[in-house]
């Protein structure tokens, strides 16, 4: 009789998985179909608050939204109608593109990063160092991408005479605002970046007195 149990509880659990939905999942799967920058850099989110999860799934997204290649312009996410504006089109994309991912890998490295250390936390002062050495990677991730903004940036400042109002999100947003601020340092991440080191190293350097202290 319980074999039989057994036999009937395996066949409903396979018919479950064969009529199961897409919606039936918590996050958003990704459409097999999805291969250029546009589709994945419309996946996207931001939220109001995050954590670890939400910040490495859009680092994934942006990631591949990086590598892969653009659609065809007529699927551009502005209207495209001659080859200098496309060309700009490709640079502020790719510019905004790694300026998301430069934020988005100090919001990652933060979460490593122990911004007080107290006489009493000597039982969890080698896991602050490790989590120092995994903050510092993340941020050198985002000083390479915020290389590669400036560069598209300039790039897409050095063509003139054509102005694209991309607002990418369904609310004013300009590029060519991100590429003024970039280009007059009123946007400059690696003051950040620069200042969230600075600190690191006075943090890796007390928890490492403290350690040799107490040894």
Partial sequence: MRK???????????????????????????????????????LFNQWLYTDKDNI?????????AYCVPFDNPIKALVPITNEIQ???????????????????YIDYGYYFFQEHILFYNHEYLKLYLEGYEIAE?????????????????KQADSIKGIHINFNPYGYHFDLEDEVYKIKTGMLNYH???????????????????????YK
Wanted: hydrophobic share 45%; proline share 1%; charged share 25%.
């Fill in 56 to 64: 490495s799934r859009n680092i994934s997204f942006l990631e591949y």
């Fill in 191 to 213: 003051k950040v970046i620069d200042n969230l080191m600075t600190r690191l190293d006075k943090n890796r350097k007390q928890a490492e007195g403290f350690l040799n202290s």
């Fill in 4 to 42: 039989w149990l057994l036999v009937i509880a395996i066949l409903f659990v396979n018919e479950a998985r064969l009529f199961a939905d897409k919606e039936d999942f918590k996050f958003k799967q990704v459409p097999d179909y999805y291969r250029y920058k546009e589709q994945f850099l419309q």
């Fill in 86 to 104: 496309y060309r700009k089109y490709q640079n502020l994309v790719m510019m905004h593109i790694c300026r998301l991912l430069t934020q988005a």
């Fill in 137 to 153: 990677f993340y941020f050198g991730e985002a000083r390479k991408y915020w290389n590669l903004a400036i560069d598209y940036a």
